[in-house]
């Protein structure tokens, strides 16, 4: 029996997967050290985004 493989997802479409989780894991928790630890993963995901756009840009620029 063949294995069926499951849909592939985009780079953005993880991104957008895992900070949606970690939006809801920051809204559920009170532990400030764990609250900043979440929000410097949510900028590294913004900033994953960003160069993700940048480098798939038809128009390459130098990031500003």
């Known amino acids: 029996m063949a294995r069926q493989r499951s849909t592939s ?37 913004d900033t994953a985004v960003n160069m993700n756009r940048w480098l798939a840009s038809a128009n390459l620029k130098p990031p500003t």
């Open 9 to 45: 997802h985009s780079f953005d479409d993880r991104l957008r997967k895992h900070r949606q989780l970690l939006e809801e894991k920051y809204g559920a928790t009170s532990e400030a050290e764990e609250k900043a630890r979440i929000k410097r993963q949510l900028r590294q995901i």
